[in-house]
T-cell receptor
Framework: GAGVSQSPSNKVTEKGKDVELRCDPI?????LYWYRQSLGQGLEFLIY????????KSGLPSDRFSAERTGGSVSTLTIQRTQQEDSAVYLC?????????????FGPGTRLTVT | GESVGLHLPTLSVQEGDNSIINCAYS??????FIWYKQESGKGPQFIID?????DKRQGQRVTVLLNKTVKHLSLQIAATQPGDSAVYFC????????????????FGKGTKLSVKP
């Protein structure tokens, strides 16, 4: 079946511009996560949506970052006034919410380059 | 803050040998651990998980060992193959206020495994 998809796969933007990154989770998955991965680094948690609950935004690095999830499915991560330090691969993952298992299925990521 | 880290950033093994990738975690409350494999240009892929009430779990060619006393996690890959070449991440999560586990995973920096033919 279809996995998690993300678009665009690559995005180059100028410093100061806003960008939107899209994530289509696996159908039926109630939980959706955004992570950021800098070159040669591990994954940094950004934000997490679970069903209709308020999202966990504890990982967002600044108020320039925001995300929404419409209709419990597609999610958009928005970065306003991009800075060079925002350059990274942004990964989205989804999972079935189950207190017994937390296997997250990852998309291929969006590589963001801020020039 | 609390974090998951790795002892070895790179590991090079001969094809057919066994590989052991290590991970140290600092949050003693963590109760669920996962190993992910990430190939170049792709998102992480689930390999195996283990709950804190276990000390060993086996999958196909992989075994995860958990030592809660020293807060150490390891991934063993038997008969390593060229297709195993990737970056391997351990990740942890810990209980939330309701007795379940936090949704987000805390990842370590990763170990790059290179398999020589």
């Amino acid at each position: 079946g279809a996995g998690v998809s993300q678009s665009p796969s690559n995005k180059v933007t100028e410093k100061g511009k806003d960008v939107e990154l899209r994530c289509d989770p696996i159908s039926g998955h109630t939980a959706l996560y955004w992570y950021r991965q800098s070159l040669g680094q591990g994954l940094e948690f950004l934000i997490y949506f679970q069903g209709n609950s308020a999202p966990d935004k504890s990982g967002l690095p600044s108020d320039r970052f925001s995300a929404e999830r419409t209709g419990g499915s597609v999610s958009t991560l928005t970065i306003q006034r991009t800075q060079q330090e925002d350059s990274a691969v942004y990964l989205c993952a989804s999972s079935i919410w189950d207190r017994g298992t937390y296997e997250q299925y990852f998309g291929p990521g969006t590589r963001l380059t801020v020039t | 803050g609390e974090s998951v880290g790795l002892h070895l950033p790179t590991l090079s093994v001969q094809e057919g040998d066994n590989s052991i990738i290590n991970c140290a975690y600092s949050n003693s409350a963590s109760d669920y651990f996962i190993w992910y494999k990430q190939e170049s240009g792709k998102g992480p892929q689930f390999i195996i998980d283990i709950r804190s009430n276990m000390d060993k779990r086996q999958g196909q060619r992989v075994t995860v060992l958990l030592n809660k006393t020293v807060k150490h996690l390891s991934l063993q890959i038997a008969a390593t193959q060229p297709g195993d070449s990737a970056v391997y991440f351990c990740a942890e999560t810990y209980p939330d206020d309701y007795g379940g586990s936090q949704g987000n995973l805390i990842f370590g920096k990763g170990t790059k495994l290179s398999v020589k033919p």
